[in-house]
Structure formats: C-alpha cells, structure tokens
C-alpha cells in the first residue's frame, strides 16, 4: 500500500477481519476514515505542512463581568431588551439566550421587533422572534459573515469565559444551565442537515503524563480582583459551570492502548459538538429571509438613535462593541486567535496535547495555541485584534511531530 | 445648461441629499471648510504610528477590521461631526481606547474628513464635543 499512513495503521491491519478488503478497496482511499472492526481506531493524519494555512482570525470576545446582559430599559419610548456580552461561549448559547430576550420582547405584545446587530446572537434572536410569528428587521454594520462571531473556532463550549462568579451572582448558574440545555437541544434540530451546520466530532487529547483535569485554586497572594480592578486577576474568578450539563455532553474517556490511535502514552477521547461557520449562516439567512425578514445596513452612534426605529421593541445584539455603544465597562475584551487550514473532509476528529490543539471542521481545521498556566486569564484584558502568525505555525509544527511519531509507532 | 437650470439641478441635488445636508447647511456643515489642510497633515502623523496597523495605509482596512473611508462614510455622514470625534476619542485606537489626547484625536477627524472628499479650509477644527455638536459631517456627495 502506497498511501498516505493512517494512523494505528497496524493495529488495525492485524485486527480486521477480511484483511482482503484492504489491497485496494473504497476502504483504503485516502482521505477517508477507514473502516474498522473492533480494536485500534485508524484515522486518516491531519496535514499540517505550513502551506495549509490558509486563514488567521483574531476576535475578541466580550466577556460581561456579570454575565450576558439580558436586562430592559426604556429609551425614548422604545422597549430594549439587551442580548449581549456572551464571552467565550456565543455561539453555544445563541438559542437559549434567544429565547430569553425574545421572551421579554413578547411580554410587550409586539408585532414587529427590531433587532440591533447580525452576529449569532442577533441573528439567532431575530430568527426566534420570527418563529413566534413576529416581523423583524435587523439593522447592524455587518452581516455575520463579517463579524466577530466568524472569528470564533466553532465548538460547544457554553461556559467558556462566560461570566465571573461574584459579580454573576447566585442565580446566574440557573440561567446559564437554562440556555445551555435549550441551545444544546437545538442545535441536535440541525444535525444532520445538508451541509453539516452542526456536528459531532471525536476529540482527542493525548499527553506525555496521565491527564488530569486542571483546577484553578484561589491564590491568596493575589488580593486584587474585579471589584478592585475592573478586570478578573486569576482564574479561580471564573465561573465554571460546565459539570451542571455533564449529563448531557459527552465527556472525556481515557483510552486504553489498544483504542489509542496515537503513538504517545495517555490519550482521552470525547465528542465534540462543533459549528460550520459557512453552512450555519447560510441555513439562518435563508431562513430570516425566507421568513420575510429586513435587513438595513446602518451603525448607531448613541442609544437614544434606536428612538428613531419605526418598531417599538428593540432586542440589542451588538456583542463587544457594546461596551462602547452602550457604554457597558463591565464588558471586558478577551483576545483569541485561531488558524485556518485547507478542510480535510476524511479528517473528522481534534486533537489537543498540551497548549496547542487542532479541530478539524467542514470549513477548515482551526488551529489554537493557548498558553496552559494562564488558563481563562488568557488574553484578559487584551483588545489588540491582529493575528500574530508565530504562535500558530509554532502550534502546527508540535501537532505535525506528534502525527510523524504516531505514524511511527504505527507502522 | 443654461445658469439657471444649473441651479436648479444644484439645489435639488441638495435636496435630494436629504435632510442631513439640509441640517447641514443650517448648523454648519463640514462643506464650508471646517477643519484646516495643516490638521489633516498633523492627523496623518498620529494616523501612521496608531491606527494604520489595523486600518492599513490606506484606510482600506482588513478582515477583522472595517475601512474609514468608502462604507464609512455611509456609517456616520449627515450627523454631528462630534460622534465621530466622540467614537474615536473614546473607543480608539482599539487596543488602547482613550489615549490620544483631544487635539491629536480631532487631527485624526480632520484626516478622515479629508480622505473621505471633505475639503479643507481656513477654520481649525475645535477639540470640543460640543462645539463639533454643531458641525454636521457633510456627505461629499456624488461628483456634480
Ligand atoms: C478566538 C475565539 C474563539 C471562540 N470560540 C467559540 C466557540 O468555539 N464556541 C462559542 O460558543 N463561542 C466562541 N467564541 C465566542 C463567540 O465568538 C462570541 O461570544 C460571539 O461571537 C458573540 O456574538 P455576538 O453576536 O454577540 O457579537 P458579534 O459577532 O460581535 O456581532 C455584533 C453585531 O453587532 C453589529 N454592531 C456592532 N456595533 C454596532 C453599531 N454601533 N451599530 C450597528 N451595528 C453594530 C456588528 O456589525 C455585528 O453585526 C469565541 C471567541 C473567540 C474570540
């Protein structure tokens, strides 16, 4: 065989019965994942030569100290109800958190709803808002092809740089765990569409030491905090939520060797939930419009603009640049970058060992490098929103070693 | 076409610009040269060393980051030239927000004015939200 190695190649040779179907047929194709009967999963090597990078993406996102705001006010007449400051996890609570604000909106018995800004959030409220029978439009600067939320990498993480425990409050997990669950039953909705919005993938990650889940104590050496500094000083200010839904999203196994398709000593396997950028907007426009829905291109200067809007409600969806529209200090910059490889279609699984992880999507195989010790406390606080290419090629040459030894240690 | 219908196109072409260049013209709009070439120029400096990283040399901007001229002048034409000075002075450079001082920012307005086909003029810019209050950015419009 000529091909591309897969990886536990061997393993799996001398496992599968019929050894026949391997010399030549669909199953020794390149590009896909091999078929496997019991023993030592194969999976096709991801590409990681420098020449795949073919994007890099820099975000912020907009963490809120006390959470999402999904308050009203008044102004100028006008019903607001704000949708914003989503952090790290946007994307993976855009239906529950819809559900909230458009909510609101209804309990003003509306008939037309304007929603302010096309990211996830806004465009996912205005989707909502259409279901229970309302007529919206969506004004913002850009459509979400061209927002911060296309520079997210794509995966169901709702308690990701969601909120800071004490400003959060006591009720704040009840309300997470409330959009986390509604979103999560929603995106299992577009399972399966055509073109992939929402998938799961396996995801691995492998070490050279047994993996641990990673705690963040207080320090007591660090007496600053958000009340004192207006930003988080050190993790253990984040809350961490996720262990209320483990019920439902899949958690990390460990593999035992003969599952372990890496050649390195200690390997987890979960599975992922991830987004398709691309495909997930094009279901949602088409939707939006084919629900009649208006889009206006328009930037708003001040609040009191929105009195200006023919619609009496407002749902406010502007994400991080609310904390400069509506004047939110509490929303506070979290910097990201990822980088963008050529799709693999045979490649459906990520891989993560140490600071550097890999997940392959039907829009490309984002790359991350985020420093282990700083945990949540990455990027706090950092509004400088241009990639730096180092990182990532560093990241890509650690994930590219990894799959030169696993072939290794397969053949 | 005669002086007169010349005119005539002139100011329906005013009124066809809307009520922000009608506004314009009764508060003061950026049309009768409000901010001076030097300002522009000193704008140039500040705009070279803390926003052409992100905006590019040429305003054109980047993936991540929207152009200052073109699109931009859809987004904040026909309004007080105080809201830009305001966005500016309080929201950029991005990565430092706040921390030009009032004169450097209202250099930076200047520029924007001028690469977006505002023409200069014997007045400074004031560094005053609001005085800029009453100084509507006028929309170049299209060549008559
Ligand atoms: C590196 C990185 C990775 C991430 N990965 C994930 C992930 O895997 N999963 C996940 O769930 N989340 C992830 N996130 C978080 C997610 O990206 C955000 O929470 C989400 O994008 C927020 O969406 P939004 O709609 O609120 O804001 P945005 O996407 O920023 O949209 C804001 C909208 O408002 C408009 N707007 C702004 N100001 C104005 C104005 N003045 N006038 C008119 N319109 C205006 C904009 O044009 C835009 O349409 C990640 C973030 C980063 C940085």
Redesign the interface.
């Known amino acids: 065989m000529q091909q591309t190695a897969f990886i536990g190649q061997a393993a799996t040779r001398r496992r599968l019965l019929g050894g026949a179907l391997m010399a030549g047929g669909a199953l020794a194709v390149p590009g896909l994942v091999r078929g496997q009967v019991l023993g030592t999963p194969s999976l096709v090597p991801m590409r990681l030569s420098p020449d795949q990078l073919v994007?890099m993406?820099?975000?912020l996102r907009p963490l809120r100290a006390a959470g999402p705001n999904l308050g009203t006010e008044s102004v100028g007449g006008k019903l607001v109800v704000h949708n914003y400051g989503h952090g790290g996890s946007g994307w993976s609570l855009s239906w529950g958190s819809a559900e909230v604000a458009v909510g609101k909106a209804l309990a003003s018995l509306p008939r037309s709803v304007a929603v302010v800004g096309c990211g996830i959030i806004g465009l996912t409220s205005a989707v909502v808002a259409q279901r229970y029978g309302l007529d919206v439009t969506i004004y913002a600067?850009?459509q979400i092809a061209r927002t911060r939320s296309f520079?997210a990498s794509g995966s169901y993480t709702p308690g990701s740089r969601i909120a800071l425990v004490e400003p959060a409050g006591p009720q704040f997990p009840d309300l997470w765990e409330q959009m986390a669950r509604h979103s999560w039953r929603m995106f299992r909705t577009m399972l399966g569409l055509p073109g992939e919005p929402v998938r799961f993938g396996d995801s691995y990650a492998v070490s050279d030491a047994p993996i641990e889940r990673r705690t963040w104590p207080a320090d007591p050496a660090i007496t600053e905090s958000f009340a004192t500094a207006g930003l988080p000083r050190q993790n253990s200010e984040f809350a961490h939520l996720d262990s209320r839904i483990a019920d439902i999203v899949p958690q990390a196994v460990p593999l035992p060797p003969g599952e372990n398709p890496f050649g390195m000593p200690y390997a987890t396997r979960s599975s992922q939930m991830h987004f398709n950028f691309p495909a997930y907007a094009a279901i949602l426009l088409d939707e939006f419009f084919g629900r009649g829905g208006k889009f206006v291109?328009r930037?708003f200067?001040?609040p009191g603009e929105l009195a200006d809007l023919p619609e009496d409600v407002v749902i406010h969806a502007t994400g991080y640049a609310a904390r400069?529209f509506w004047g939110d200090r509490t929303v506070i910059p979290v910097r990201g970058q990822t980088g963008w490889l050529v799709p693999q279609p045979g490649v459906n699984y990520s891989l993560r060992y140490r600071n550097v992880s890999a997940l392959s999507k039907g829009d490309g195989i984002v790359i991350m490098n985020n420093n282990p010790d700083l945990g949540d406390m990455l990027g706090v606080g950092?509004?400088?929103?241009?990639?730096n290419r180092a990182p990532i090629e560093e990241a890509m040459a650690t994930l590219a070693a990894i799959f030169a030894r696993s072939a290794g240690a397969a053949a | 076409m005669s002086a007169r219908t010349g005119q005539l196109v002139a100011a329906l072409a005013l009124v066809a610009l809307g009520t922000g260049a009608a506004l314009a013209q009764s508060r003061g709009g950026t049309g009768t040269g409000r901010y001076t070439a030097e300002q522009a120029a000193a704008g140039a400096q500040v705009y070279a060393i803390n926003c052409a990283m992100c905006h590019g040399a040429r305003m054109e901007g980047r993936g991540e980051i929207p152009p200052l001229t073109g699109r931009f002048v859809a987004n904040w034409a026909g309004r007080p030239v105080a809201d830009l000075f305001a966005y500016v002075s309080r929201a950029m450079p991005q990565h430092a927000p706040g921390s030009l001082a009032p004169e450097q920012n209202a250099h930076l307005v200047a520029l924007l004015l001028q690469a977006n086909g505002v023409p200069a003029g014997a007045r400074e810019l004031p560094a005053d939200e609001a005085a800029l209050q009453r100084i509507t950015f006028d929309p170049p419009g299209p060549a008559l």
């Open positions: 994007d993406k820099c975000c600067r850009d520079r291109n930037v200067h001040r400069d950092d509004s400088m929103e241009l990639p």
